[in-house]
């Protein structure tokens, strides 16, 4: 069964860095579209950030300049670095392939940012 398992998260202070990670259980995600996405008390789930298998990416506004996704198909894994972090990036962070695939939903990662 192919899984994603997300860890990294953690509760940090305002202006604080994390770094997520992302793992794939088998080799199929190198070619995918990868994404993170990131869901809040009482918000629907939104993209925070995409990368395409050679490495191109794009981000939400709300976070464009202080997050970087990454890869290493090597390890199927995909990174988000998360710097200058804010009170409102606080969330259950997931992983998963753009469009995302119900089945490849896993338990996510909670970010909690305050002082």
């Known amino acids: 069964q192919v899984q994603l398992v997300e860890s990294g998260g953690g509760l940090v202070q305002p202006g604080g860095s994390l770094r997520l990670s992302c793992t794939a259980s088998?080799?199929?995600?190198?070619?995918?579209?990868m994404g993170w996405y990131r869901q809040a008390p009482g918000k629907e789930r939104e993209s925070v950030a995409t990368i395409t298998s050679i490495g191109d990416t794009t981000y939400a506004d709300s976070v464009k300049g202080r997050f970087t996704i990454s890869r290493d198909n090597a390890k199927n894994t995909v990174y988000l670095q998360m710097n200058s972090l804010k009170p409102e990036d606080t969330a259950v962070y997931y992983c998963n392939i753009v469009p995302p695939g119900v089945m490849y939903w896993g338990q996510g990662t909670q970010v909690t940012v305050s002082s």
């Open positions: 088998g080799t199929i995600f190198r070619l995918k579209l």
